[in-house]
């Protein structure tokens, strides 16, 4: 059985970036239309969820790789903005970041070493702080 659903996807799309956001958009439209009792919002739901199969089981890989390009092109700066805050919290749990009083430059300091002296890498500032 698995070897079969191989053989019938070799050659198609796939699943990439556009296609996980169209599902996801999809499956947030129907439990909002179920919510609603909006026709609006579950034709659109449908509308996406077709479209992502659309996609997966399309022949035309230069064409979805191409709208999948365009999809990244144009959400990149939320996807940055978003790992980066994620990066953020992240060494959050290891790390305090502190700004500079002068030139405001972010500055990571390792937690647990009691009042330290910073210096500033940027402006060579020096200022103390608790890490």
Known sequence: MREKFIRFMYGRYG???LGRFTIIAGVAAM????WNNSMILSLLSWGC???????????????RASENQ???????RL???YYRQKNL???RKTHHIYKCPACRQKIRIPRGK??????????????????
Do not use: V
Not at 49 to 62: E, G, L, V
């Open 89 to 91: 919290m992240a060494q």
């Open 15 to 17: 699943m990439d970036s």
């Open 49 to 63: 969820i077709i479209y992502s199969y659309f996609r997966m089981f399309s022949r035309n890989i230069y064409r």
């Open 70 to 76: 365009w999809y990244l092109g144009h959400t990149s």
């Open 114 to 131: 009691g009042r330290i002296e910073i210096r500033c890498p940027k402006c060579n500032t020096t200022f103390i702080k608790k890490s």
């Open 79 to 81: 996807r940055a903005a």
């Open 31 to 34: 439990l909002l239309a179920g």
